[in-house]
């Protein structure tokens, strides 16, 4: 089993930045990815980007790219996601998961979640 833990959410102005962190312990090897997904009240949970397990391959859904940022510390065995000129549509609770795939964006094949971190953007 893998652990995740986020952390960096908060409230935040329209055009302000959040960096997110996801640190993994556990179980970590044989793993092909980390990803980023995020859910708003009322909808279903979305993929936002995903990192490769080594940091070489990165993806992004088409509403953050350009925006949002995603990048790993291997030594530390943490996740970042950067999130620059964020709108209030950015606005949910954001997951770190990991995936035994390396380039999967369906939630389903991602078996270890960690709690969720609450960002808020306001107009």
């Known amino acids: 089993q893998v652990q995740l833990v986020e952390s960096g959410g908060g409230l935040v102005q329209a055009g302000g930045s959040l960096r997110l962190s996801c640190a993994a312990s556990?179980?970590?090897?044989?793993?092909?990815?980390m990803a980023w997904f995020r859910q708003a009240p009322g909808k279903e949970r979305e993929f936002v980007a995903r990192?490769?397990?080594?940091?070489?391959?990165?993806y992004y859904a088409d509403s953050v790219k350009g925006r949002f940022t995603i990048s790993r510390d291997n030594a530390k065995n943490t996740v970042y996601l950067q999130m620059n000129s964020l709108k209030p549509e950015d606005t949910a609770v954001y997951y770190c998961?990991?995936?035994?795939?390396?380039?999967?964006?369906?939630?389903?094949?991602?078996?270890?979640w960690g709690q969720g971190t609450q960002v808020t953007v306001s107009s």
């Open positions: 998961a990991t995936s035994y795939y390396s380039d999967k964006i369906d939630s389903s094949l991602f078996d270890s």
């Open positions: 990192i490769s397990w080594s940091g070489t391959s990165t």
């Open positions: 556990g179980r970590t090897f044989r793993r092909g990815a």
